[in-house]
């Protein structure tokens, strides 16, 4: 395994259908038109010198290391900024070219520290791999000089020039004494990331690079994505990792264990120590980019508080006591095996987790189906995306997105609703921004004033501050716009949707009910400036809808999902580039633990278990009656668990107690089982309540696959051996056994052989076929043996696009005197979901707790400044944490995070839940919110009680 | 599970096909419960029904004979 090293072109990649063909170095090289000199030299494998450009930037032309001799023109071209042309002929070495670069080198090595042998980049340095292409041998001038490199002169006086090292940043360094001022950091920040956060500062000899105004990297505006460490050609803007250990010697194409953009990345190696992830620019979903978690964020996996051996305990007061694999499973077998035998068959189950592979979650929905004998599976999307599920699936007949993320590439309109990309789908937001400062238009649809709505370069033309809860009247109203003002597309319709439903749908939508002026009061959102979103979503061209659980995290989720769908299959929206209905999935395998059969009412594929023609492969295959009942989701398990007729489950990688909403019913669920088994990396909120814990593998430690957003199947490969023993597929696979069953899976590959020969849309996925293309986007079948980018392009999937009504029903969770606020709920960039990994990296100095934003005029009226402790209260419950005073929010809307669980905010939601899928109903909570003096009664009865039950007792 | 909170969900399920002529609204609805609520929730429903079915939408009431009854839990 060598270190993978994507090919440089140089400068972008054109896209230009006109072929040019020139001659360099009597070379004939046919490339796009509009491609640079620099570019088509590359592609025809000669690599001209270069310092300050890379292909995923403009060209720039500063270094003037790239200069080239072209037969007829003067001088000698920086062949970075220089156009090829038809017949050009280019001579990319000559004695006088190789004068100018030495010259050049020259002056750069004079006002560049000589330490190579002790700096962190020696080995990865692009000005060290120049000096040696262009033969540099001597440095005429010295380095006693006017530079930037000593902190004192000769006579020991300061040397004003010098900057010390700024070390703020947890995961890199900034050292100006070794920067060239090539500013490719200055651009990637800009164009790659679209942050704006770094510049020039200065002119001619004094120009230094700078963060915000000039401040350190961790107070500016930086997000940390790694862009800008990505492209430095020096070690100005180095990893600690590498300043740490070392340079890597090897490196894999992994998949991200973060959000569902699921970006590529290399894990490179120095044996089986991590040294960095990096995004890899071969990677379909990302291209290269990444964001603070991605690149910098895996420290969890080498964290202290990682559980590495198995423990079992009889009650859940008793402290745990580790034990051998072997005893721990016999323990769960006998404690399962036992429950079924006095309580039922259907007393047990299991949850599967997105942040598991593909192959982990298919083999946990099979212990239920093939093991336990029941259906009693459910998946974290329960509480995320199943309305997605739900809603595409009535309407369009698939439950994913359509399209791919490159298809933003076409959009003209983008609407965002419900979702907050710069935070928690970074790389995502940045092509997004990208697309933005190309033109694009943007309508945002939130409560808050996400960053989308303004940050330097992107505006959108309309914020919808909508109240939260009315997303379905917000997006009918436009439907009513749409319809009533003809500004639909009847030739799509006519050719791809259902026409009678339509009429139905027609006449729904029109009646003056439905109406921006009848809602307005309700919603909150001017009559005027919805018409204006709507007629500019319909008639902008390319209209594409992104959105996330700020749609289906409400008691109508499912409505809302289907509104959205209705908004496109009215405008021709679907079913090529830069259109589309997109969920942005909030885990890595959301979509993968959809497709694999979590649901109690599907078997893999998403069909339903009442076929028998669905059942039957599996019978025969597993050797066993599969039920034709849907089983329990995850709020009717804990219910059950409550009743008591549900007494033991099998939870992998997940923490409902912290993640699931109204935290007080979870744990008397919890409290209600007799078999708790939590497999996980860390004893989390959850294993307050287990008999059993299985200590879980990291991504690094496993292979399988993750499916993204963009129904893309990724590869998770293993680059170091599980720290406890085994992958989580093999615990699964164990746990089978001891209770039974036959299984001999020896790899993952073959897990996912059983998931394609029994699922149509999987019919040619390999891990072969996933090695050659990198990654494939199912449909995978003899029909598109490649994978399927764009759905619903030959029609509509489920035959024709069927309209569904969207009435809007009020939430019964209201505003009163009571509780006079509404609480939303969401993350922020640096945290993911409960915090599990991200709280145990140094992320936690950017956000190390929840804290409350409250409008300035909620806050004045109880008295609240900016910091305050403040009380959370709702019905269900309530919590304490720290005031932020901000018109991000509207007044009567308070927001926070959920990422800690000192704070804990899930114990203020509520037990309401979308009205098709049970998903909860997270974004809408009336609250009041009071001064406090710190945390609450509960949360100090919890964080005891959370303490009691992590008493390990030492192996004897 | 509680009979409040089941009626609360049935009714939820309800008004979503209201609007719709009533035999597709009572058709919608059942195959709705079918697909997705385990068996113990349906008997619950019928149980709560069984006694009057008070607060549940006539919608709901009107679903019940094409529900499908849970064959006896086989242990």
């Not at chain 1, 491609?35 to 500063?62: H, N, Y």
């Not at chain 1, 120590?273 to 291209?287: F, I, Q, S, T, W």
């Not at chain 1, 996330?548 to 999902?561: D, K, N, P, R, Y």
Request: with cysteine.
């Amino acid at each position: 395994m060598p270190l993978i090293k994507e090919i440089d072109y140089g400068t972008r990649k054109i896209n230009s259908k006109k072929m040019v063909t020139l001659k360099i170095d009597g070379f004939d090289v046919c490339v796009p038109e509009g491609t640079s000199v620099m570019r088509a030299a590359m592609e025809a494998g000669i690599q001209i010198p270069k310092l300050c450009s890379t292909d995923t930037v403009d060209a720039f032309g500063s270094c003037r290391l790239c200069l080239v001799e072209i037969e007829g023109k003067k001088g000698t071209p920086a062949s970075c900024t220089t156009h090829v042309e038809e017949g050009m002929q280019v001579h990319t070495q000559s004695d006088q070219l190789k004068g100018l670069r030495r010259g050049v080198m020259e002056l750069y090595i004079s006002d560049h520290p000589l330490d190579c042998l002790t700096c962190a980049a020696n080995g990865d340095c692009e000005l060290q791999d120049m000096a040696g292409a262009v033969g540099l041998r001597d440095v005429r001038y010295g380095y006693d000089g006017t530079n930037h490199v000593n902190q004192r002169g000769a006579s020991d006086e300061l040397n004003a020039r010098w900057a010390p090292k700024d070390e703020s940043n947890p995961y890199f360094t900034y050292d100006p004494s070794k920067c060239i001022v090539c500013s490719l950091c200055v651009r990637a920040c800009e164009e790659v990331q679209g942050t704006f956060a770094l510049t020039i500062e200065g002119r001619g000899f004094d120009s230094r690079v700078a963060a915000s105004m000039s401040e350190d990297f961790f107070e500016s505006e930086c997000v940390s994505c790694g862009a800008c460490v990505e492209v430095c050609p020096t070690a100005t803007l180095q990893e600690k990792s590498v300043i740490e250990i070392g340079t890597p010697e090897h490196s894999v194409v992994t998949t991200c264990a973060y959000c569902g953009v699921g970006c590529a990345f290399k894990a490179e190696m120095r044996g089986a120590e991590l040294v960095r992830m990096v995004p890899y620019k071969d990677g379909k979903a990302n291209h290269g980019h990444s964001c603070v978690k991605g690149r910098f964020s895996y420290g969890y996996a080498a964290h202290k508080d990682r559980i590495l051996n198995p423990m079992v305990r009889e009650n859940v007061e008793d402290p745990w006591r580790e034990v051998s694999w072997d005893e721990a499973l016999s323990f769960a077998a006998n404690r399962l095996q036992g429950l079924q035998k006095t309580y039922g068959k259907e007393s047990i189950g299991v949850i599967t987790s997105s942040r598991c592979t593909n192959e982990e979650t298919y083999l946990v929905q099979k212990l239920a189906r093939a093991v336990f004998h029941n259906n009693n599976t459910d998946t974290c999307a329960r509480v995320c995306h199943s309305p997605t599920g739900y809603g595409l699936r009535e309407t369009l007949g698939t439950s994913a997105g359509t399209q791919d993320f490159d298809s933003i590439e076409h959009a003209d309109v983008v609407l965002v609703i419900g979702a907050n990309p710069t935070d928690a789908h970074p790389v995502f937001a940045s092509f997004l921004k990208r697309r933005m400062r190309e033109g694009a238009k943007m309508i945002v649809v939130d409560p808050r004033r996400i960053d989308l709505v303004k940050s330097p370069y992107v505006e959108a033309t309309h914020h919808l501050a909508l109240r939260p809860g009315t997303n379905v009247a917000v997006v009918t109203a436009m439907a009513h716009v749409i319809v009533s003002e003809g500004l639909f597309d009847e030739t799509y319709i006519r050719e791809r949707c259902d026409w009678d439903e339509f009429q139905d749908y027609v006449e729904f939508v029109s009646d003056p009910k439905q109406s921006p002026e009848a809602v307005e009061a309700l919603t909150g959102v001017l009559a005027e400036q919805l018409r204006s979103a709507a007629r500019l979503y319909a008639c902008g061209g390319n209209a594409a809808i992104y959105y996330g659980l700020g749609v289906t995290e409400h008691s109508q989720g499912s409505t809302a999902v289907i509104g959205l769908a209705n908004l496109a299959m009215l405008t021709g929206n679907i079913g090529k580039q830069g259109v589309g209905v997109n969920p942005l999935r909030g885990q890595n395998n959301v979509q993968g633990a959809c497709d694999m059969g979590s649901f109690p009412h599907q078997l893999p594929g998403y069909r339903h278990v009442k076929f028998a023609e669905v059942r039957e492969p599996y019978e025969k295959l597993w050797g066993v009656a599969i039920s034709d009942e849907p089983g329990l989701r995850i709020p009717n398990m804990l219910d059950a668990a409550v009743e008591g007729s549900f007494k033991g489950i099998y939870i992998q990688g997940e923490d409902i107690l912290q993640s699931d909403p109204d935290t007080k019913h979870v744990a008397a669920g919890l409290a209600g089982m007799e078999c708790v088994i939590v497999h996980d990396l860390f004893l989390n909120e959850t294993a307050n309540y287990a008999h059993v814990f299985l200590p879980g593998s990291t991504f690094l430690e496993k292979d399988g696959t993750f499916t993204n957003a963009e129904r893309r199947i990724s590869p998770v490969r293993k680059v170091m051996m599980p720290r406890s023993g085994y992958a989580d597929w093999e615990v699964t696979q164990l746990l089978a056994n001891v209770m039974g069953a036959d299984w001999n899976y020896t790899h993952p590959s073959q897990i996912m052989a059983e998931i394609a020969a029994t699922t149509p849309s999987f019919a040619n996925v390999t891990y072969e076929l996933i090695d050659k293309l990198g990654s494939v986007q199912w449909p995978c079948t003899d029909a598109a043996p490649e994978g399927t980018p764009v759905l619903h392009v030959d029609g509509i999937v489920r035959g024709k696009g069927r309209f569904i009504r969207t009435d809007y029903v009020a939430t019964d969770e209201k505003s009163g005197p009571r509780f006079p606020l509404l609480l939303t709920t969401g993350r922020i960039l640096t945290q993911y979901n409960v915090g599990a990994q991200t709280r145990r990296t140094d992320n936690v100095a950017w956000h190390e707790e929840d804290v409350l934003e409250i409008h300035p005029h909620d806050a004045e009226l109880r008295g609240i400044k900016d910091g305050d402790w403040v009380k959370l209260a709702s019905r269900s419950g309530e919590t304490s944490l720290r005031a932020d005073v901000t018109d991000r929010v509207s007044t009567g809307v308070v927001y926070t995070t959920f990422h800690h669980p000192d704070t804990h905010t899930n114990v203020v939601t509520t037990e309401y839940s979308d009205w098709a899928t049970n998903c909860p109903e997270y974004k809408v909570t009336a609250v009041q919110v009071s001064l406090s003096n710190g945390p609450t009664k509960w949360q100090e009865h919890y964080q005891k009680q959370s303490a009691r039950s992590r008493r390990i007792e030492a192996a004897e | 599970m509680s009979a409040e909170k089941l009626t609360y969900m049935a009714n939820q399920i309800a008004n979503f096909f209201k609007n719709k002529p009533h035999e597709e609204a009572v058709a919608g609805i059942a195959n709705h419960i079918n697909d997705f609520w385990e068996p113990r929730m349906r008997l619950q429903l019928f149980e709560i029904i069984k006694q009057g079915g008070e607060g549940l939408s006539p919608l709901v009431v009107a679903a019940e004979p094409a529900i499908r009854k849970p064959a006896k839990t086989s242990s």
